[in-house]
């Protein structure tokens, strides 16, 4: 039987009509209850894979190993995450079980990826999975405290991490006392683990710490992290948690040797700047004598915090309060090395007064 051109032509543009049908008439089952062919999953999960290691490639995980940067990634796991996909503490619930495909048990999964891959599956998410994308695609800085919490849940026991995560997140109509418990799982001073990548709320004004969590409220400082933190909190409670922390004294970070060449550097920047590369003195905005609220205080906050920050600012990825953009301009042309220096001679400052 011979088939002629015709005949082809007629089947090619017939498909398109029958696949228009088959939608249209509702026949493919979209359910996640009835599950994936066999065959369907295996070829999702290829396409994942297979997608996620080609994005990882230009990718270099940083030092992952310093333990400051664990307290606030589980209590963000902990708030966004685990309601999928449990965690050493608690098995996983019965919603990310219903999910198509289930959340994995990430202890059991983590180890088939390498730190550059799961930095891809955590900062974009993953399509027709229900994973979402890191809710600030700025902050890589917290997108990899997340990986190295990732790294070490395979070991990690309940106590542990009920310890790095802190108080249970407070949602919408919580009492201020555990909002408070729940901020101070991260910002209090006996909660920092290390050379901390979180900042010590006590001793700040009232009115800077009330407009950095309007700001975060608002997505004008963003912080995947702080962003899902005060997304449940009522605007009321704004005023009454930046109250409490400003009543508090101030306690500083805990500090480790440091060379008094950078110090000394540091405090150079700090106390007059440098004129010659047009770099101002912090000092004028952030010294003792401060007249500006809205200006926080340095001294104390951890170095690991501090040059975060600042590389925030040079990278023009932090915002914050009306007054982010002079920080912008202000740190334009710091290099590394001043970063380094100004952030460690605040962080010594209550130790050299």
């Not at 996640?32 to 066999?38: K, L, M, Y």
């Not at 495909?101 to 059991?108: G, M, Q, R, S």
């Not at 007059?272 to 912090?282: M, T, Y």
Request: charged share 15%; aromatic share 6%.
């Amino acid at each position: 039987m011979r088939i002629g051109w015709k005949s082809i032509v007629a089947v090619v543009a017939g498909l398109p009509v029958a696949g228009f049908l088959v939608i249209q008439l509702g026949l493919i089952d979209v359910r996640a209850s009835t599950g994936h062919w066999q065959v369907t999953d295996w070829f999702l999960h290829w396409v994942m894979r297979s997608s996620v290691t080609a994005a990882a490639g230009s990718t270099e995980a940083p030092p992952l190993d310093d333990p400051g940067l664990l307290p606030a990634a589980a209590a963000h796991f902990e708030t966004g995450c685990a309601v999928c996909h449990g965690s050493p503490a608690a098995k996983r619930p019965p919603i990310g079980l219903a999910m198509l495909p289930p959340a994995p048990d990430l202890a059991h999964v983590v180890g088939s990826w390498s730190n550059e891959e799961l930095f891809e599956i955590v900062k974009h998410g993953v399509r027709y999975s229900g994973m979402p994308a890191w809710p600030s695609q700025s902050r890589a800085d917290e997108v990899w405290a997340l990986v190295a919490l990732l790294r070490e849940m395979p070991s990690m026991n309940a106590a542990h991490y009920r310890n790095l995560a802190g108080a249970p997140p407070a949602g919408r109509g919580a009492t201020i006392e555990a909002r408070i418990a729940y901020c101070d799982s991260c910002h209090a001073a006996d909660r920092q683990v290390g050379n901390s990548v979180v900042p010590i709320l006590s001793g700040q004004s009232e009115a800077y710490l009330l407009a950095s969590l309007q700001a975060y409220h608002d997505g004008d400082r963003p912080s995947g992290i702080m962003e899902t933190a005060v997304s449940t909190v009522d605007d009321t409670d704004f005023s009454k948690l930046a109250a409490h922390y400003a009543r508090q004294s101030a306690v500083p970070a805990s500090v480790s040797a440091t060379d008094p060449v950078v110090l000394r550097r540091g405090e150079t920047l700090a106390v007059s700047g440098d004129p010659a590369r047009k770099i101002p003195a912090c000092a004028a905005c952030h010294g003792t004598g401060r007249s500006n609220p809205l200006f926080p205080r340095l001294d104390g906050l951890s170095s690991r915090y501090l040059a975060s920050q600042l590389r925030l600012f040079v990278s023009g990825e932090r915002g914050g309060t009306s007054y982010h953009h002079i920080m912008a301009a202000a740190v334009q042309d710091l290099e590394e090395a001043d970063i380094d220096a100004l952030a460690a001679y605040y962080a010594h400052l209550p130790d050299r007064q």
